[in-house]
């Protein structure tokens, strides 16, 4: 049979069998020690018994979007649209966590949107301000309420599968429930004493959206987004700002880090590029190195 994991809790996968899930959902296990299966993956599993099988094989997939260190990868979704990535004013916005997540859809070739959540707290508005320079660079960024309104995010999320990713805490289970009410997706609160979420969600989650077309994958809050499986090539091209000043810069292999007449070290001095993001960049290239 084939199916579509919905769930992955450890070694643990709740399937979805057949198309669009009607056969119901089966507990698999996979044979042997192969792990590696992601939420959003399509599998073929064999059925044990009523309610359990085995998962045989993953198809090829469209992309994936994972996180790793020097130790493993952590797999959030596969065969997505696009990813949400949520971000909001409190807990605290850390702004290298936004730039790692939008690295990291680039390189997995997903589209990528900024949802600013909370847009009932005051403390909105200026984080609203810092982000716009994201628009230009081609990121849509839509600003919501889980608690007010929330339809901006509903249109775009209409007929297409989407992950929503970023900190613990921004609201992402929030909006799940807002957008998919029979989800009943556990949120928590902030820890004030932090200024960061508690990880309440510890497992990603894939819902139907209750048109019928369309899904959303709830995924854990992260603190920090590996990205140790860059290599330099797919690292330049994964900044929009510094893709487009291809071939500008006076040797044809600058890495942009102090390299003389560098078009992308030119366009930081003038403030055309974020000088957030260019740090960002060198600290991942240092990485690589
Ligand atoms: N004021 C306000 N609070 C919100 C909004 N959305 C979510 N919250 C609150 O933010 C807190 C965290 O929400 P969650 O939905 O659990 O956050 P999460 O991103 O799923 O967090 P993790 O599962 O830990 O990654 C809860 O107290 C929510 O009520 C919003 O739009 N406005
Ligand atoms: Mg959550
Ligand atoms: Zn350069």
């Known amino acids: 049979m084939r199916g ?4 992955v809790h450890g070694h643990h996968f709740l399937v979805e069998g ?58 959030l979704a596969a065969n997505v649209d ?10 605290a916005f850390h702004e290298e966590l936004l730039i790692r997540c939008l690295v990291a859809c680039e390189v997995a070739d997903i589209p990528a949107l900024i949802v600013l959540n909370k847009a009932d707290l005051p403390e909105t508005e200026a984080l609203a301000r810092g982000l716009a320079p994201y628009i230009d660079l081609g990121y ?16 775009r999320l209409a007929g297409h599968t ?4 970023g900190a613990s805490g921004v609201g992402k289970s929030t909006l799940l429930n807002r957008l998919v009410p029979d989800a009943n997706a556990t949120t928590g609160e902030i820890s004030l004493a932090l200024d960061a979420g508690k990880h309440t969600t510890t497992h990603a989650r894939l819902f139907r959206l209750p048109s019928g077309a369309g899904a959303l994958i709830d995924s ?12 330099q090539a797919s690292l330049m091209a994964a900044f929009p700002e510094i893709r487009s000043r ?5 040797f044809y292999n600058c890495r942009h880090l102090k390299e003389p007449g560098c078009a992308v070290l030119e366009a930081a001095k003038t403030g055309s590029i974020l000088a957030s993001r260019l740090k960002v960049y060198h600290g991942l290239l240092a990485g690589i190195r």
């Open 4 to 7: 579509t994991v919905v769930a």
């Open 162 to 165: 989407t992950v929503l990713v």
């Open 82 to 91: 696009q990813a949400a990535i949520i971000v909001a004013a409190v807990p």
């Open 140 to 155: 849509p960024l839509l600003q919501v309420s889980a608690r007010e309104e929330v339809a901006a995010l509903a249109q």
């Open 246 to 250: 291809h071939g500008q810069c006076r």
């Open 18 to 75: 057949g198309e669009g899930g009607h056969c119901g959902i089966v507990e698999c296990v996979t044979r042997g020690k192969k792990g590696g299966v992601a939420c959003g993956d399509n599998v073929k599993f064999a059925s044990t018994s009523a309610g359990r099988g085995v998962i045989e094989s993953i198809a090829a997939r469209r992309n994936l979007l994972y996180r790793s260190d020097e130790f493993r990868s952590k797999l």
């Open 220 to 231: 854990p809050g992260m603190q920090e987004f590996g990205l140790k499986h860059l290599d």
